[in-house]
């Protein structure tokens, strides 16, 4: 079993940034990749951003790319997402995720085994 908590969201002027933070437990932080999936009203969970197992590889959903940044720390067990320039439409709950699967890029939420609570982020205009 692996257990993640999210911390960080909050609410945020268009323009202004947030950093997200995940902690993972429960299992080798290393076997694992990870993913940032976001939820806004009324709508399916999508992909925001992802990073393998070594933390060498990141991708992006098209909509965030140049804004967000995903990272992790092997030491601390932990994984950010540090968000700049926040618009609107990135007002949503967020989720941590963990994969065991192999594959190189895990865009779906049915790719990830694990989830955290979420954390609101609140973008106004």
């Known amino acids: 079993q692996v257990q993640l908590v999210e911390s960080g969201g909050g609410l945020v002027q268009a323009g202004g940034s947030l950093r997200l933070s995940c902690a993972a437990s429960?299992?080798?932080?290393?076997?694992?990749?990870m993913g940032w999936l976001r939820q806004a009203p009324g709508k399916e969970r999508e992909f925001v951003a992802g990073i393998n197992r070594s933390g060498g590889s990141t991708y992006y959903a098209d909509s965030v790319k140049g804004r967000f940044t995903i990272s992790r720390d092997k030491v601390k067990n932990t994984v950010a997402l540090q968000m700049n320039s926040l618009k609107p439409e990135d007002t949503a709950v967020y989720y941590c995720?963990?994969?065991?699967?192999?594959?190189?890029?895990?865009?779906?939420?049915?790719?990830?085994?694990?989830w955290g609570q979420g954390t609101q982020v609140t973008v106004s205009s």
């Open positions: 995720a963990a994969s065991y699967r192999l594959a190189t890029v895990l865009l779906r939420k049915d790719d990830y085994d694990y």
């Open positions: 429960g299992r080798t932080f290393s076997d694992y990749s």
